[in-house]
């Protein structure tokens, strides 16, 4: 097995090695660095020196037998002697976010009893699924804080791999998955946990931990969160898009909630306005065109083509035609990509089949959408001739 170097320095970034095993694509070395994926946590990247040879190694697994697979872009030979150095950067990172799961997985127990089902850390969010139905903001605050107050304090991180009886003795949050050879990470005062990870030596090494986003998966609540630099460049993000509307706002940051009140207020009013007199327009055209059209005891059908409607206006032109118990309603409109919006609607007299009629015509012209035999609607592409379709 190769002798796993990650954990008794995990803020090492250089190594000496040898090859004892080659693979396609891959290289097992007698000692590394790099850290395989596993455990939710992914793999390192780096390189692998010999001599003037810079090989990248562009990902890292472990086998069932313990083998550490270093996946190469250029194959070296067994024997060679290599200087392997990993991405700094890249594992610190994953150190903060690996050790801010194990806290906020601790602290969301602590305030919550919201056991962590699983977790995973990714390059760009990471997830603690939780078995709990639901986190009210309050709680998962009180989480949020426990946390930061740990990485505040500063207390010591450490890794052990204890006998059976000592393994007994210990506060573990989870079961290990492994009968032997058991590695346990403590957050002194704090957290126990079976881990094969890498991770930080003093809490307050992972930075302000952020939970940034709460969502309902598989029955339970999924917590997002960022630790270190990740949690900083979410607060940056957030910033801008708060300073921005500030601006355009014309206040204070403070002052945006109450701007974006006076805004849907305002939208709500305008938005209302406009329904009622489009109503009113629609009404005042339904009655033209009946006029126009003098009842049908086999049903009168009334095709009105307009530019730039939307599909509310559609309905209500036909809803108001519709009153007149023989008519058959058809309004259309081309939306912004030219396709056809369409509507039609029935008054309650007339036989004919809406839904049956735009399912057919879908059908045949790639179009989508559907409804009942007195009213449906739908999309048909830019290029059906209506007026031939409607007949």
């Known amino acids: ?82 200087t392997g150095t990993i991405e700094r950067e890249r594992r610190r990172d994953h150190m903060y976010q690996h050790t801010g799961q194990h806290v906020l997985s601790r602290a969301l127990i602590e305030v919550a009893r919201a056991e ?10 990471c997830t603690i699924d939780t078995d709990q139905s639901a986190l009210d903001e309050a709680t998962l605050a009180r989480a ?16 052990h791999f204890p006998g059976p009886e000592e393994l007994a003795q210990m506060p573990l949050r989870r079961a290990p998955k492994v009968a032997t050879g058991v590695r346990v990470i403590e957050v002194e005062g704090f957290d126990f946990t079976p881990c094969g990870g890498t991770h930080v030596e003093r809490s307050g090494q992972i930075g302000p931990i ?39 706002f014309t206040c204070g940051i403070g002052e945006v909630p109450a701007a974006v009140t006076r805004l849907r207020a305002d939208l709500k009013t305008r938005t209302e306005a406009y329904a009622h007199a489009r109503g009113e327009l629609m009404q005042l055209l339904a009655e033209r065109l009946l006029a126009a059209h003098p009842a049908d ?22 809803g108001a035609l519709a009153k007149r118990p023989d008519v058959i ?18 008054g309650a007299g007339a036989s004919f089949d809406a839904g049956a009629w735009f399912k057919q015509v879908a059908s045949a012209h790639g179009g989508r959408g ?7 609607e739908g999309r048909l592409p830019a290029h059906v001739d209506l007026v031939t379709v409607i007949g």
């Open 116 to 125: 962590t089902v699983s977790a995973r850390l990714g390059e760009s969010s």
């Open 210 to 248: 952020k939970i940034v986003g709460v969502e309902k998966y598989k029955g339970g609540i999924r917590v997002s969160f960022a630790a270190g630099r990740r949690a900083l460049a979410d607060a940056r993000a957030k910033d801008s898009v708060l300073r921005e509307l500030a601006r355009s």
């Open 1 to 82: 097995m190769t002798e796993k170097l990650y954990w008794q320095e995990p803020f090492g970034t250089s190594f000496e090695a040898r090859v004892v095993a080659v693979e396609p694509g891959a290289v097992i070395l007698d000692r590394t660095l790099f850290y395989p994926e596993g455990g939710g946590q992914l793999g390192d990247r780096g390189a692998l020196f010999v001599g003037r040879q810079v090989v990248a190694v562009t990902d890292v697994q472990i086998d069932d037998d313990g083998r550490i697979r270093h996946l190469v872009e250029e194959p070296l030979e067994v024997g060679t002697s290599v």
């Open 370 to 376: 559907g409804g009942r035999p007195e009213r449906a």
């Open 297 to 318: 005891p086999l049903g009168t059908r009334i095709v009105i083509v307009r530019e730039g409607d939307d599909l509310q206006t559609l309905r209500t032109l036909t």
């Open 329 to 346: 309603a058809f309004a259309a409109s081309r939306d912004a990509s030219g396709d056809w919006l369409l509507v039609i609607e029935r």
């Open 144 to 159: 949020e804080d426990l946390v930061n107050d740990l990485v505040l304090r500063d207390v010591p991180v450490r890794s």
